[in-house]
């Protein structure tokens, strides 16, 4: 503290020493309250720094949870639809695979009529040659 802060009439009234004196006592008086100050601030930021920080973490943890719900449903959305697609393509392919062996048991016992009948008539062209 420079002396210029203490009035004229109580510098010449205290004298120097006690003038001096005066000042170092308000000069520590001034750095103690500052420290105390600065220590009940810093201690309150410091709840209040811890308070913010849990409210956040609870706000976090239930966006998260909420979030992961969300993606579970849609999951759970995608593999129903999913499974019915796949049912639905497999009685698609179940289907042409039964209407492809109808074709082809068609075909083959009228291929198969086809070749009884051309042998029945090699044997009748046969056996008439013979009698």
Known sequence: ???????AA???RLGD???????????AERRD??????????????????GEISVSRVEVRNALHEGLTAVRA??????????HALSDG??????ELSTTRTEMLKWSFLF???????????????????R
Do not use: H, K, Y
């Open 17 to 27: 020493e006690a003038t001096f004196g005066l000042m170092e006592l308000l000069d």
């Open 10 to 12: 109580l510098r010449t």
């Open 74 to 83: 849609e999951i759970g959305s995608v593999r129903t639809d999913l499974t």
């Open 90 to 95: 497999l009685m698609s392919v179940r289907q």
């Open 112 to 130: 198969w009529v086809g070749q009884v009948a051309a042998i029945a008539g090699l044997l009748a062209c046969m056996l008439r040659g013979v």
């Open 33 to 50: 309250w500052s420290e105390e100050v600065l220590r009940s601030a810093s201690n309150g930021f410091e709840r209040r720094l811890s």
């Open 1 to 7: 503290m420079t002396g210029s802060r203490i009035p």
